[in-house]
């Protein structure tokens, strides 16, 4: 289960890097009269917080990778502590 979290992160993590790329080379389309201003006012805050938030997702997905790989090790060497202490 913990190689999926891992992919999942990555595609999320790339998906995220070509979002940004394609939002930075369409630029700021709305131009830059009042209109355009009042726009940008509400867009880029936004951007800014969907932006943050994937980025937020592809940690929080990291962070299950580690911690399943880790309590996996732990359940090994916790058995085979029982193992042996059985013989």
Not at 14 to 30: F, H, N, P, V
Not at 41 to 68: C, F, M, W
């Amino acid at each position: 289960m913990a190689p999926r979290f891992s992919r999942e992160s990555e595609h999320l993590h790339e998906a995220l890097q070509t979002l940004r790329s394609r939002l930075d080379a369409a630029g700021a389309a709305w131009g830059d009269d009042e209109q355009g201003a009042q726009f940008a006012a509400q867009y880029e805050p936004n951007r800014h917080n969907i932006e943050q938030g994937v980025q937020t997702l592809v940690e929080g997905l990291q962070s299950i990778d580690k911690a399943l790989r880790v309590m996996a090790d732990n359940y090994m060497r916790a058995d085979e502590a029982a193992t042996i202490r059985e013989r």
